[in-house]
């Protein structure tokens, strides 16, 4: 989740570059009919048009959901150099880390921010990857998986980081960047290289063979038909569509999604459905396709501009509350619904207090950590390295909150100190 205070994010590049693919010519038969979703008679129904036309500032504090927030300070050594965090999760003593441009590698720490160990390294070897996308954890059999970037997903043993084995993806028409474990199974994104009548966007891995032994989500049904490719090559999202909970199954939802979906453990359901009359249509992006002029800006400024829904994204399940964020035209929306109520507001602003000493009215806060992961007991969030300058001159001019911030330990940071983290706990 961004910075709630800092102007919305816009996403002009990514989805010019996004909507802009070409379509391929080739077309296959898939060897596996598209499954349909499990019901849910319990779905979860939000109205953003709700919120859309308000022009009212709501503001949530962290102190409303969290009783105090203490920061984990990652050890900074050369081989723990982290250039960010793309995803975390905790496991037992453990923090893990992945950071998937700088370092390529995940990183184990533990709960006090010590370095640990890196798992994996560079490389074609046993137990070695070439980039690493995304990583799963199978907590029952104390197993951490790893895909790079090359089809390839490599097994290793927790806590140590003993590789086990790998098994290499079979479909190369079908490209999988992200990764989730979920009883027994391991579950992946679908990015087709070719045109099928109606492809998925999501699956089921076998781990022995590496073979596709089932799938769901067709894009016609699920995502308007939005599908994306260079020539014979896929490009996707950055953004990982799955969420860990600790409550109930992993989340998946991707770009041009209205519904987020639950892994169940009797299979995959629906479990929220997002309502919008502006959410981005098939028939948006089929004109905006006809009207490029060849110029990716200007087809992406046409879209930003129709003041769209077109992504739900920064999902996150607390012990009360679901949160997560929405993209409308060059704007973010938030949505905090509270699941013993049953009952959905609408975000203006989060400031956080239980870090900074914060004045709305005088404009006084600090930069929001991105909330990553959550548990049972709090959620994780952490300063990226890009606003570590911000935020260390946010320390030395005095602008925590003593209480919870723990300003001691932070006075030691430096510019190039691995990205800090915060553990916001439940009463």
């Known amino acids: 989740m961004k910075n709630k205070i800092a102007l919305p994010i816009i996403y002009i590049a990514l989805f010019s570059a996004l909507i802009s693919c070409s379509e391929g010519k080739k077309n296959r038969k898939d060897s596996l009919s598209i499954s349909g979703l499990n019901k849910n008679g319990n779905i979860i129904s939000i109205d953003l048009d709700r919120n859309i036309a308000k022009e009212e500032y709501n503001i949530l504090y962290t102190s409303a959901l969290f009783k105090k927030a203490t920061p984990v300070i990652l050890e900074t050594a050369p081989e723990s150099l982290l250039g960010s965090i793309d995803k975390m999760a905790v496991f037992n003593d453990l923090i893990l880390v992945i950071d998937v441009r700088v370092a390529k590698g995940v990183f184990a720490f533990n709960k006090k921010g010590e370095f640990v160990r890196r798992i994996g390294s560079i490389g074609n070897g046993p137990g070695e990857y070439i980039r690493p996308n995304d990583f799963s954890i199978d907590t029952d059999n104390q197993l951490l998986y790893i895909i790079d970037n ?83 090559n896929t490009f996707h999202t950055t953004e990982d569509p799955f969420y860990d909970s600790p409550y109930s199954g992993p989340k998946f939802v991707q770009l041009c999604m209205d519904t987020i979906i639950a892994l169940d453990k009797n299979g995959v359901i629906p479990f929220i459905s997002v309502k919008s009359e502006n959410f981005i249509t098939a028939e948006d992006i089929q004109k905006a396709r006809k009207n490029d002029d060849n110029s990716n800006i200007s087809l992406s400024s046409k879209l930003v501009q129709m003041k769209k829904v077109y992504q739900i994204r920064d999902y996150l399940e607390g012990r009360d509350f679901i949160y997560f964020e929405y993209s409308i035209g060059t704007q973010t929306g938030t949505v905090m619904h509270n699941t013993k109520e049953n009952s959905t507001n609408f975000i203006s602003f989060v400031l956080d207090d239980l870090i900074y000493k914060t004045n709305f009215d005088k404009q006084e806060f600090g930069i929001l950590p991105d909330f990553i992961y959550s548990d049972k007991d709090g959620v994780y969030g952490y300063v990226d390295t890009h606003y570590m300058e911000e935020f260390i001159r946010h320390v030395h001019e005095d602008k925590l909150n003593p209480d919870n911030a723990q300003v001691e330990k932070l006075m030691k940071l430096t510019e190039d100190s691995n990205p800090v983290l915060f553990y916001y706990e439940y009463e």
């Open 150 to 232: 090359q089809r390839k997903i490599n097994c290793y043993k927790l806590p140590g980081g003993e590789f086990v084995n790998s098994v290499k993806l079979q479909d190369e028409n079908i490209r999988s960047n992200y990764i989730q474990y979920y009883n027994g199974k391991m579950y992946a994104d679908a990015n087709s290289y070719v045109d099928t009548e109606d492809e998925c966007m999501l699956r089921e891995i076998d781990l022995k063979t590496g073979e596709q032994t089932a799938c769901w989500l067709g894009n016609r049904e699920y995502n308007r038909g939005f599908n994306c490719r260079f020539g014979n």
